[in-house]
């Protein structure tokens, strides 16, 4: 893309690897918290269909969503 927008310009191979690195990082951290989200709703999915007359207490609440952080 960069040769099409600034054919004249370049990245060095080092600016290439740290924004490699960057974007992988965001990549891992983005699908960590989204299995972690989803593992939680699945939770309470569970829950819900077990015991659908109990509410999920603060505790419980403060516990799935510190999985999601």
Known sequence: ?????H?????????????NSF???IFE???TS???FV???TFV???RQVHPDTWI??????ILNSFVK
């Not at 207490?57 to 403060?62: V, Y």
Request: proline content about 3%; overall charge negative; glycine content about 12%.
């Open 7 to 19: 054919p004249d310009m370049g990245i060095s191979n080092g600016a290439t690897a740290i924004l």
């Open 23 to 25: 974007v992988n990082d």
């Open 45 to 47: 999915a569970v829950l």
């Open 29 to 31: 951290r983005i699908g």
């Open 1 to 5: 893309v960069l040769r099409q927008v």
């Open 57 to 62: 207490s603060d505790g419980a609440t403060a």
């Open 34 to 36: 989204s299995y972690f």
């Open 39 to 41: 593992a939680g709703l």
